[in-house]
């Protein structure tokens, strides 16, 4: 079955305690990205990548970071969460830039 | 500022009541719009994809229509299984480089 896929689907942690939240795609899709979602404010682009070797910010970057070491993957890394980074978080991927983007069931994070 | 309106912000609907979601936008460089639906928890799916105006697209009780400013997703003799916050957004070129931007939403509710 064609998916995105995100683990964990439900975290809660400290402020300050790194953690990382795993995407994967099985669609061979070049273009993956990371949302959040907050009540009010929409979906919000955090980071990009549109292939193994172009990553690149989104409207809300702060305090996260990315990497995509193979096609597959794009895990997302928060190195020092703080509250305001509790969120709801979603992976998408499409084909190249600009087709439509699918999008994984979501992360729900709880920073204390 | 490149921007995705959606109204209203809540709609409820009596089973085979017919309405309409409205979705404006103010994009410098339109390439396509896109209709999500997003029930609870879980991640947005695909309905469709609007690449120009006048053109549109159908799918059961769902229809998609777009013109220059704005597109609208019309729900016919709609069932409660179609309860869910639709989502619109728009692919544009902004910032150098090729972006989605969503809307907040329309929450609809429709009850038997």
């Known amino acids: 079955e064609a998916q995105v896929t995100q683990n964990p689907r439900y975290l809660i942690t400290v402020t300050g305690k790194k953690l990382t939240v795993t995407c994967s795609q099985n669609m061979n899709h070049e273009y993956m990205s990371w949302y959040r979602q907050d009540p009010g404010l929409g979906l919000r682009q955090i980071y990009y990548s549109m292939n193994v070797e172009v990553t690149d910010k989104g409207d809300v970057p702060e305090g996260y970071k990315v990497s995509r070491k193979e096609k597959r993957n794009f895990p997302l890394i928060l190195e020092s969460p703080s509250p305001n980074q509790t969120s709801l978080y979603f992976c998408a991927s499409s084909l190249e830039v600009g087709e439509t983007q699918y999008f994984g069931p979501g992360t729900r994070l709880l920073v204390l | 500022e490149d921007q995705v309106t959606q109204s209203p912000e809540a709609l409820r609907l009596q089973e085979g009541e017919s309405s309409s979601l409205n979705c404006s936008y103010t994009v410098s460089g339109l390439r396509g719009l896109f209709w999500y639906r997003q029930d609870p928890g879980k991640g947005p799916e695909f309905l469709f994809t609007l690449y120009s105006a006048g053109e549109e697209k159908e799918k059961e009780r769902l229809k998609a229509t777009l013109t220059k400013k704005e597109s609208f997703l019309h729900i016919t003799a709609p069932k409660p299984e179609d309860s869910a916050t639709y989502l619109c957004?728009?692919?544009?070129?902004?910032?150098?480089?090729?972006?989605?931007?969503f809307g907040a939403g329309t929450r609809l509710a429709v009850h038997p």
């Open positions: 957004a728009v692919q544009a070129w902004a910032g150098g480089y090729n972006k989605l931007i």
